[in-house]
């Protein structure tokens, strides 16, 4: 499910699905339709997270190169952060494409399909500077 789709509004979004096999250094994991900026990990089994990169919604290229062997069991982890609203308009693209992973991330060319975990880390939205917020319920200002 997308970030509209999980029912929150600021913070990440962190996904994780267990390597449905071995995984071999040079592979490459990519990430259709990157909407905000996501972060790639992989976790062997009994070790340590490692980083495998970052790709963010401007980038040329939406995948990355797998650093190292990953044995089977290991889980590979997806934090997606949300990054922020924007007006959307014919100019930005037309389409409304949705937001963090809109589209399973691919493995080699195949889809990543497996178990599939979110956990919401939910954030206040960021202040306006010069404004102070308004307490609930309150309505608009004219």
């Known amino acids: 499910e997308d970030l509209g789709e999980t029912g929150f509004g600021y913070g990440v979004v962190v ?32 070790g340590e997270a490692v980083y495998v990169g970052t790709i963010y919604k401007a980038d040329v290229a939406n995948y990355l190169i797998l650093p190292q062997d990953l044995p089977e069991g290991g889980v590979l982890t997806f934090v997606v952060e949300n990054m922020g609203r924007v007006n959307y308009s014919p ?10 992973l809109v589209q399973t991330p691919l493995l080699s060319g195949a889809p ?26 309150d309505g608009p200002v004219v």
């Not at 399909?113 to 939910?122: N, P, R, S, T, Y």
Request: aromatic share 6%; with cysteine.
């Open 15 to 46: 996904y994780t699905v267990a390597a449905p096999r071995a995984l071999r250094i040079g592979q490459p994991i990519e990430v259709p339709i990157p909407s905000d900026r996501v972060t790639v990990y992989a976790t062997p089994p009994a």
């Open 91 to 100: 100019a930005l693209g037309g389409e409304l494409r949705g937001r963090g």
């Open 112 to 137: 990543l399909e497996g178990d599939w975990q979110a956990c919401v880390v939910e954030a206040a939205p960021p202040p306006v500077r010069g404004f102070a917020a308004a307490p609930a319920g």
